[in-house]
């Protein structure tokens, strides 16, 4: 059989600020310097600190050999790991029966996340992978090998302990992009009243044609999807109905205190990707290109140095710059 060419996958990146909350209060203020975390590990071998964090039917865990410091560009950077021994995949040759994939008691199938710390800035960017962790399952994780790591350094928080937030930052410049796109292939509405449709600023939009006759049901809560998902690729919704819709509920999230939120599936044109953006919450994201070896697994470093050269420190892309730009920090920070 032909040996198969490699193939080119794309990846993409979340940008956050690490905060610690009062797990007492909910209180999410203060910024989380990750550096103690880091220089920790880096200054620990493994049998040091227990990494395996269990989350219900899955485990995750940090990849002690990924973690490294970039002085050059004040950047740390690790994998975490997610771990399941469920639902686990078969071998198959072409022609041939399946092989199932023994594990031991202690083997796992592991998907894993790049986690990229900007010391200066304070910045934690996340890679996103669809079979790997959440950014909530992430957040839990780093709470507790925090804890831990406290706790190993005598300074545990026993009595006042402090969970992890990961908050995104918000990019509103992405409303006028998706605005500009040609093709609208899917968007999801909700809400959790519909007494804003009657009033007479709304009577005549779009949004409020679409629930008009749903409040005659009754109920609290209400989701609306448009798609095109079976469509060819370059079909798309109304054009000019999504932007008014766009609009629409834009202003009613900024003129009231109705509960209503939109994601949009779009695409500058037919050869591009679709970008699912949250209306309401448009995160900063960014997104490279990497050739894959088949049937090989992707290493951090190999990532992570294009996620630098391609984006992050890119002089046409400066990731960098515009993640400063959004947060509202300076250059000096």
């Keep these: 059989m032909a040996r198969q060419k490699n193939s080119w996958k794309k990846i993409r990146f979340n940008y956050f600020f690490p905060s610690l909350i009062d797990i007492s209060d909910n209180n999410a203020d203060i910024r989380w310097d990750m550096k103690e975390f880091?220089?920790?590990?880096?200054g620990h071998k493994h049998s040091d600190l227990n990494t395996a964090v269990p989350l219900g039917d899955e485990i995750a865990d940090l990849e002690w050999d990924t973690v490294h410091f970039d002085e050059k560009n004040n950047l740390y950077y690790c994998q975490l790991s997610k771990n399941?021994?469920?639902?686990?995949?078969?071998?198959?040759?072409?022609?041939?029966?399946k092989v199932p994939l023994e594990l031991e008691?202690?083997?796992?199938?592991?998907?894993?996340?790049?986690?990229?710390?900007?010391?200066?800035?304070?910045?934690?960017i996340v890679q996103s992978n669809f079979f790997g962790l959440t950014v909530k399952q992430i957040a839990t994780t780093l709470s507790i090998l925090r804890q831990r790591i406290k706790d190993a350094m005598n300074k545990s928080e026993k009595d006042n302990p402090r969970g992890i937030v990961l908050e995104p930052l918000i990019d509103s410049s992405e409303i006028s992009r998706i605005k500009s796109h040609n093709i609208y292939r899917r968007i999801v509405i909700k809400g959790s009243d519909y007494?804003?449709?009657?009033?007479?600023?709304?009577?005549?939009?779009?949004?409020?044609?679409?629930?008009?006759?749903?409040?005659?049901?009754?109920?609290l809560n209400f989701?609306?999807?448009l798609s095109m998902s079976r469509s060819a690729r370059n079909k798309s919704l109304d054009v000019k109905q999504v932007r008014e819709i766009i609009d629409e509920v834009l202003n009613i999230r900024e003129n009231d205190t109705v509960d209503v939120a939109m994601s949009i599936a779009s695409k500058a044109n037919e050869e591009e990707p679709v970008d699912v953006v949250n209306l309401i919450e448009p995160r900063l994201k960014s997104e490279i290109s990497i050739e894959v070896e088949n049937r090989t697994t992707i290493g951090s470093e190999y990532i992570y140095t294009n996620f630098c050269e391609q984006n992050y420190l890119n002089n046409k892309a400066n990731?960098?710059?515009k993640a400063i730009r959004v947060s509202g920090l300076t250059q000096e920070s």
């Design 38 to 42: 880091f220089e920790f590990i880096l």
């Design 84 to 97: 399941r021994s469920k639902d686990i995949p078969s071998k198959k040759k072409l022609n041939h029966n």
């Design 105 to 124: 008691d202690d083997e796992y199938i592991g998907e894993f996340n790049l986690l990229v710390y900007d010391a200066q800035y304070n910045l934690l």
């Design 195 to 219: 007494n804003f449709a009657a009033a007479d600023d709304y009577k005549e939009l779009p949004l409020n044609k679409a629930i008009a006759n749903l409040s005659k049901v009754g109920g």
């Design 223 to 225: 989701n609306i999807e």
């Design 319 to 321: 990731m960098r710059k």
